[in-house]
């Protein structure tokens, strides 16, 4: 009975993990990376265009639209994103059902003044708009 339940189990934890790793290794999959800057190390998309965030965004919402939406286009999201996306990162609906990237439930965007990768012109503007960074320690191995 016992090997009953415990091979499935198996099976689907090994399905997940190697779901996992294709997130990790398939830069079309994972639309996202990050790149050092003068201010450190941020997010990025796979072109290595820097990614922001809103101060006035609400966690897994955003209000950015319209003009804002024009100056800072979200970072758009495809359906097939929504399952298993890499740790920290998440997909929302925007109000006009387009999907989002997020990180740590934060809405993800870019500049529109920004005209080549590297670039964070967007950082600071109008002192609610900030480049998106990895949290503290990310990508070093642990002692």
Do not use: K
């Not at 639309?31 to 609400?58: C, F, H, K, N």
């Not at 740790?87 to 109000?95: H, K, L, M």
């Not at 809405?107 to 708009?129: A, M, T, V």
């Amino acid at each position: 009975m016992a090997y009953r339940i415990f091979w499935p189990v198996v099976l689907v934890a090994a399905l997940a993990a190697a779901q996992a790793v294709a997130w990790e290794t398939d830069d079309h999959d994972f639309p996202l990376a990050s790149r050092q800057t003068q201010i450190g190390l941020v997010w990025t998309t796979d072109e290595g265009m820097t990614l922001y965030t809103y101060s006035r965004d609400r966690a897994s919402a955003s209000t950015c639209t319209g003009d804002c939406a024009r100056r800072f286009p979200p970072h758009v999201a495809e359906s097939r994103h929504r399952q298993f996306p890499p740790e920290g990162f998440s997909v929302i609906t925007r109000s006009d059902g387009r999907l989002q990237w997020a990180y740590e439930n934060r809405p993800l965007y870019l500049f529109s003044e920004d005209n080549e990768p590297g670039n964070i012109h967007g950082h600071g503007y109008e002192d609610r708009w900030w480049v998106a960074q990895p949290r503290a320690g990310y990508g070093q191995d642990d002692p």
